[in-house]
């Protein structure tokens, strides 16, 4: 050994030696011409970015368009033309949807173990010939504006698949693996998005709809699901709904438009199927809020070129008649029920015979302990010992409960209408969330008739029971969640905040 060392030596001494030369060469470059050329060269993007800015904020498409921030989150006002209103959005909400796209794509690629051409591809040829010409100028508004404000180099085709983030991966996808009978594909579920219910007539305090819907999600997506839009479009109803940066729809979903309509709904656990020639789901679910002033049109609206995509049960209600409604929208079949004395509540489960046979095979009604079933169970508990008195403060209060109806007990865990699925080591095998998913209820809404016609709801952002998620401590405790590092946020609970159509930033 010894001797293999001192042979070594010269070779060593002369390596030193040439990493001093070396090194030192490094130090004098570093110390005169680079730093100053590197200098020159930031100021001179930094003047490029200042200019393009400024030319971006003098777009005349801009004219009435508005953002601020309360509560923990954006408010933004878009109107008039479709592409006017994309520009809007894509501008002002520039660097959120930078940052939501790099989390959500991430997540999409993760779980699908497809790249990101794959997405883009699927929106160009699959998606984008079937939506409209209004909402396709509304995407590509989004990408100038993002553009102009940033010098982004997303295109319209990662726009489209970002705003399909619902529906490709979950949906078509495993439709897709199916089909080309993929070996190895992912264990890939329809999401389990929410707890929610509207309530009509004798249920109610003052008799009117009461409409109330938190917002299950990863909780790496759910911390930035924290737009609300006010809409005043060209054609259509105003719109009030809360949202994802840089997506068209809701997405959740919770809004209400100015003819009356109010929408809420829970997707439908297990659901399996995809229409490759239907239209996208986040493109009728915004037009059906856009121009449904009816139950009967929204139901019109979501059926016309159903392609089976984020298959959810719609919580509907019509101010102007007191009646509400549910629409159970599978792909094979649906069912509308609807009523001006009731409730109608939803955590993720179908309820029509046939469409639990040919939507959602696999998903066992029976199996009390699953988290859309024991939801079930304390939705029905709750709201019957509530009966007659359901207002928007009780609503509330009701989307942060904690009783957990298998253990009898207060929890935070998959089976609370409040989710805390972090805080269970049983997950979610229903939408292939492992033990200790990061993932929950991220935030809530709700609103009532009243509200509704001053288009008015109340939302708070995090855990509708005002529980803070912290990231670094989680990802300590769960490694095995280490990839979602970059994107994972701490996620603190906000205030109740009431947001209003044409409301402006308090002075
Ligand atoms: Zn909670």
Known sequence: MREAGAMNDPMRRAAAILLLVLGGAALWWAGSGAPA????NDAMVARIAAARERAAANDPRLKGASRFEE??????????EPGAMGYQHGY???????DGFAAVSAGMMHSTRRDWEFFRKAA??????????????????????????????LDVDDIVAFNAFEELPDYYVPWLNKRQMAANAPNLKSPGNCSAFVAAGSWTKDGQIVMA????????NGERWRIVFDIAPKNGYRMLMDGFPGVIASDDDFGINSDGL?????????????DPNGKAEF????????????????????????????????LLGDRKTGEIAQLELGLKAYKLWRTKDGVLSGSNWARDPKVLKVDAPEFDPGNKESSPNARRARWDELLKENKGKIDVALAQKMLGDHTDSIEKKEDTNERTLCGHVDGSARGVKEWAWQAYYPGGAVQGKATDATMAKDMRFMARMGHPCGGDFL????????????????????MKAGPWTEFRSGQSPKE
């Open 37 to 40: 050329s590197a200098s020159a």
């Open 71 to 80: 509560g923990g989150w954006i408010y933004v006002h878009l109107e008039g």
């Open 92 to 98: 002002l909400l520039a660097p959120e949807i930078e």
């Open 124 to 153: 160009h040829e699959m998606l984008w010939p079937k939506i409209d010409a209004e909402y396709q100028q509304e995407l590509q508004g989004i990408v100038e504006g993002l553009r102009a404000r940033t010098g982004s180099n």
């Open 213 to 220: 819907h938190n917002n299950w999600t990863s909780y790496r």
């Open 262 to 274: 109010m929408v809420t709904e829970t997707t439908i656990t297990q659901f399996e199927g995809w």
């Open 283 to 314: 493109v009728r679910a915004r037009k059906a809020l856009q121009y449904a002033g009816s139950i009967d049109e929204y139901t019109k609206i979501m059926l016309d070129g159903n392609n089976g995509g984020y298959a959810n049960d719609w």
């Open 471 to 490: 990231a670094k401590p989680f990802l300590a405790a769960h490694p095995e969640f280490a990839w979602e590092e970059p994107y994972l946020r701490d």
